[in-house]
C-alpha cells in the first residue's frame, strides 16, 4: 500500500492568516500574528464563544487578504478543541459554506489541509478554506480543572495556546492574479496512522505524540523519492520540549539526517523563559498559527523551499484517560513546496 | 530504542519526562502552609481580643480563611500564589475553599441550576464525600473503643 499521495495539480495557498490572544501576543511571534485580542475573549461572553468568534476573524482577514468574498468558498474544512467541535460549527455557520467540520485533536490543521488538498485534486472543488482553532480557557475547561484553580502544574504540562489559523487554497490558477500570494503549495501528503503513546499521563501529551511523529517521518522517508536533505525543514505540531527531546533522540538512532532539520510549533510559540507556559504550546491552534504567521512567509520569499509539515494530535477525552486508556497519537503529514 | 513496544515506549518516556521538583515545591508548600497557620492563629488572638468566645472565635477564623481564599480566587489572584505554594495552599481550608469558588466561577455561563448549582461541587466533591465518610469510619472505631473495648 503506497501511503503518500501525490496531487497531479497541486493546491496553491492563496490567504492565510494567524490569530491569537495574549500569550501568542507576548510570544516570539507575537508581531507577525494579524490579530491578537490581549483580553482573550474576542468580544464574547463565554471563552467557547470566544474560540468560535477568533476563528471567524481569522478566515475573514484571510479572505480579505486575498479580495475574496465567502461566495468563493466552495468547501470550507474546520475544526477545533471543543466536544462536537461547537466552536467552529456556531461561528462559521455565518458564511454559508458547504462545511466539514473534523477532529484530529492538535493534528487537525494538517488533517484539514490535506482532505482540502484531495477534494481540490480530485476536481469536485477549485478553491476552499480551513479553519482550526484552539482556546486555552476553553480547553482547561474542558479537559483539565476551573481556570482559577489553585494548582500545581507537571514540568511536562504544556500550554494549550489561545490561537487560530486559517488558509485559503485554490486549484484555479485564474485567482492566483488577485492574490499577493500563491507561490506555496502542497505538493504530496500521507494521512496518519494511530499510534499507541503508551501513557495516560494527560499533563504529558508531547511524549506521547511523540513515537507518532517518529513513525510518520521515518515511513514517510522510507516510501518517498525525497531524501531529508531536499527538506529545509520537518516541523512537527506541538510535541513541546519533552516530546521534541524524545523525537530527536529516535531519529538521531535512525534518521540523524532528520534531527538536525526539526523544528516544533510548540517550541516556536512562546518565549518559556519570561512565559510560564512549562514544556511550551500544544492545541490545535498552535500548528495552524505558526505556519501562517511562521512558516509560510518564510516559504513565500523563497527563504524556505521545501518544508515537511506535521501537526501531531493527542487522542484522548477526559474520561478515557480515568479510564485508564493510554494515549493514542497521530501526525498526519503535509509535504509543503515554494515556486518562489 | 524500541518505539514498537509499549514498554519500549514506557522506558523512553520515563528517561526524557523532567521530573517534579519535590524539594522546591515541599520547602514552598511549608512556607506558604506555615505562613496561612501563623496568620489563622493571630486571627484567633484577634477575635479572642474583640472578646469574642474561644468556641466562636475557632468558627470565626476558619470562616475568615475561606472567605479570603475566595475573594483571591475571584480576583484571579489565587492561582498565581498556588503555582509557587502547591500544597501550602492546597491542604489548609484555604485549597477547599477555592476549588469551590474556581468551579462556580466556571460554570456560571452555564446557568444557575444546571450550571453552578449542578456542577460547584465537582472538584471539591470527592473531599466533601471521603471526608465525611472516614468520619463515620472514625465515629465507629471511636464508639468501639470507648463503649466496648474500655
Given at each position: 500500500?503506497?501511503?503518500?499521495?501525490?496531487?497531479?495539480?497541486?493546491?496553491?495557498?492563496?490567504?492565510?492568516s494567524a490569530v491569537?490572544?495574549?500569550?501568542?501576543?507576548?510570544?516570539?511571534?507575537?508581531?507577525?500574528?494579524?490579530?491578537?485580542?490581549?483580553?482573550?475573549?474576542?468580544?464574547?461572553?463565554?471563552?467557547?464563544?470566544?474560540?468560535?468568534?477568533m476563528g471567524?476573524c481569522a478566515l475573514?482577514l484571510a479572505?480579505?487578504?486575498?479580495?475574496?468574498?465567502?461566495?468563493?468558498?466552495?468547501?470550507?474544512?474546520?475544526?477545533?478543541?471543543?466536544?462536537?467541535?461547537?466552536?467552529?460549527?456556531?461561528?462559521?455557520?455565518?458564511?454559508?459554506?458547504?462545511?466539514?467540520?473534523?477532529?484530529?485533536?492538535?493534528?487537525?490543521?494538517?488533517?484539514?489541509?490535506?482532505?482540502?488538498?484531495?477534494?481540490?485534486?480530485?476536481?469536485?472543488?477549485?478553491?476552499?478554506?480551513?479553519v482550526?482553532?484552539?482556546?486555552?480557557?476553553?480547553?482547561?475547561?474542558?479537559?483539565?480543572?476551573?481556570?482559577?484553580?489553585?494548582?500545581?502544574?507537571?514540568?511536562?504540562?504544556?500550554?494549550?495556546?489561545?490561537?487560530a489559523g486559517s488558509?485559503?487554497?485554490?486549484?484555479?490558477?485564474?485567482?492566483?492574479?488577485?492574490?499577493?500570494?500563491?507561490?506555496?503549495?502542497?505538493?504530496?501528503?500521507?494521512?496518519?496512522?494511530?499510534?499507541?503513546?503508551?501513557?495516560?499521563?494527560?499533563?504529558?501529551?508531547?511524549?506521547?505524540?511523540?513515537?507518532?511523529?517518529?513513525?510518520?517521518?521515518?515511513?514517510?522517508?522510507?516510501?518517498?523519492?525525497?531524501?531529508?536533505?531536499?527538506?529545509?525543514?520537518?516541523?512537527?505540531?506541538?510535541?513541546?520540549?519533552?516530546?521534541?527531546?524524545?523525537?530527536?533522540?529516535?531519529?538521531?538512532?535512525?534518521?540523524?539526517?532528520?534531527?538536525?532539520?526539526?523544528?516544533?510549533?510548540?517550541?516556536?510559540?512562546?518565549?518559556?523563559?519570561?512565559?510560564?507556559?512549562?514544556?511550551?504550546?500544544?492545541?490545535?491552534?498552535?500548528?495552524?498559527?505558526?505556519?501562517?504567521?511562521?512558516?509560510?512567509?518564510?516559504?513565500?520569499?523563497?527563504?524556505?523551499?521545501?518544508?515537511?509539515?506535521?501537526?501531531?494530535?493527542?487522542?484522548?477525552?477526559?474520561?478515557?484517560?480515568?479510564?485508564?486508556?493510554?494515549?493514542?497519537?497521530?501526525?498526519?503529514?503535509?509535504?509543503?513546496?515554494?515556486?518562489? | 530504542?524500541?518505539?514498537?513496544?509499549?514498554?519500549?515506549?514506557?522506558?523512553?518516556?520515563?528517561?526524557?519526562?523532567?521530573?517534579?521538583?519535590?524539594?522546591?515545591?515541599?520547602?514552598?508548600?511549608?512556607?506558604?502552609?506555615?505562613?496561612?497557620?501563623?496568620?489563622?492563629?493571630?486571627?484567633?488572638?484577634?477575635?479572642?481580643?474583640?472578646?469574642?468566645?474561644?468556641?466562636?472565635?475557632?468558627?470565626?477564623?476558619?470562616?475568615?480563611?475561606?472567605?479570603?481564599?475566595?475573594?483571591?480566587?475571584?480576583?484571579?489572584?489565587?492561582?498565581?500564589?498556588?503555582?509557587?505554594?502547591?500544597?501550602?495552599?492546597?491542604?489548609?481550608?484555604?485549597?477547599?475553599?477555592?476549588?469551590?469558588?474556581?468551579?462556580?466561577?466556571?460554570?456560571?455561563?452555564?446557568?444557575?441550576?444546571?450550571?453552578?448549582?449542578?456542577?460547584?461541587?465537582?472538584?471539591?466533591?470527592?473531599?466533601?464525600?471521603?471526608?465525611?465518610?472516614?468520619?463515620?469510619?472514625?465515629?465507629?472505631?471511636?464508639?468501639?473503643?470507648?463503649?466496648?473495648?474500655?
Amino acid at each position: 500500500m503506497k501511503r503518500i499521495k501525490i496531487l497531479n495539480t497541486p493546491p496553491r495557498f492563496i490567504s492565510y492568516s494567524a490569530v491569537g490572544g495574549r500569550e501568542e501576543k507576548r510570544g516570539p511571534l507575537g508581531d507577525a500574528f494579524d490579530l491578537c485580542d490581549e483580553s482573550d475573549s474576542f468580544g464574547q461572553k463565554t471563552w467557547e464563544m470566544a474560540e468560535g468568534e477568533m476563528g471567524r476573524c481569522a478566515l475573514n482577514l484571510a479572505l480579505s487578504k486575498c479580495n475574496m468574498s465567502h461566495d468563493n468558498i466552495e468547501l470550507l474544512v474546520a475544526g477545533d478543541l471543543q466536544n462536537q467541535c461547537v466552536a467552529t460549527s456556531v461561528s462559521l455557520g455565518s458564511f454559508g459554506a458547504p462545511f466539514l467540520g473534523i477532529y484530529g485533536a492538535c493534528s487537525t490543521c494538517t488533517e484539514a489541509l490535506l482532505i482540502l488538498s484531495s477534494m481540490i485534486e480530485s476536481g469536485a472543488v477549485s478553491t476552499g478554506a480551513c479553519v482550526t482553532t484552539s482556546h486555552n480557557s476553553a480547553a482547561e475547561r474542558q479537559f483539565r480543572t476551573p481556570l482559577e484553580y489553585g494548582g500545581q502544574r507537571s514540568p511536562s504540562a504544556q500550554w494549550t495556546s489561545t490561537a487560530a489559523g486559517s488558509f485559503i487554497l485554490t486549484g484555479d490558477p485564474s485567482l492566483l492574479s488577485a492574490s499577493k500570494y500563491g507561490a506555496v503549495s502542497i505538493s504530496d501528503f500521507m494521512i496518519g496512522r494511530i499510534v499507541d503513546g503508551a501513557t495516560s499521563d494527560a499533563t504529558n501529551m508531547g511524549a506521547a505524540m511523540s513515537f507518532a511523529a517518529a513513525q510518520s517521518i521515518i515511513e514517510y522517508f522510507k516510501e518517498s523519492d525525497m531524501k531529508t536533505r531536499d527538506f529545509d525543514l520537518i516541523v512537527t505540531g506541538d510535541l513541546g520540549k519533552v516530546g521534541s527531546d524524545i523525537l530527536r533522540a529516535i531519529l538521531d538512532e535512525r534518521l540523524p539526517s532528520a534531527s538536525s532539520r526539526h523544528l516544533d510549533c510548540g517550541t516556536l510559540l512562546y518565549n518559556p523563559k519570561r512565559q510560564d507556559v512549562h514544556a511550551g504550546a500544544s492545541g490545535c491552534g498552535t500548528s495552524a498559527s505558526v505556519l501562517s504567521s511562521y512558516l509560510l512567509p518564510r516559504l513565500e520569499e523563497g527563504e524556505l523551499r521545501d518544508v515537511l509539515f506535521l501537526s501531531t494530535g493527542a487522542l484522548m477525552s477526559p474520561s478515557s484517560v480515568l479510564q485508564g486508556n493510554t494515549i493514542k497519537g497521530i501526525a498526519p503529514v503535509i509535504h509543503l513546496h515554494s515556486d518562489a | 530504542m524500541d518505539i514498537y513496544s509499549l514498554e519500549g515506549k514506557k522506558e523512553i518516556i520515563k528517561r526524557y519526562s523532567p521530573k517534579t521538583r519535590i524539594l522546591r515545591n515541599s520547602v514552598f508548600a511549608f512556607i506558604f502552609g506555615g505562613l496561612i497557620c501563623l496568620s489563622a492563629e493571630l486571627l484567633r488572638y484577634l477575635y479572642l481580643w474583640l472578646n469574642i468566645e474561644e468556641k466562636d472565635a475557632l468558627s470565626l477564623v476558619g470562616v475568615t480563611l475561606i472567605f479570603i481564599a475566595s475573594l483571591l480566587t475571584a480576583l484571579g489572584l489565587f492561582d498565581r500564589i498556588a503555582r509557587y505554594s502547591g500544597a501550602g495552599t492546597l491542604v489548609p481550608i484555604t485549597g477547599f475553599s477555592n476549588s469551590v469558588t474556581s468551579q462556580a466561577l466556571d460554570a456560571r455561563s452555564e446557568g444557575l441550576v444546571m450550571g453552578l448549582g449542578a456542577k460547584i461541587f465537582t472538584v471539591s466533591g470527592p473531599v466533601i464525600l471521603w471526608g465525611i465518610a472516614s468520619g463515620v469510619l472514625y465515629g465507629i472505631i471511636y464508639y468501639i473503643y470507648l463503649y466496648i473495648i474500655r
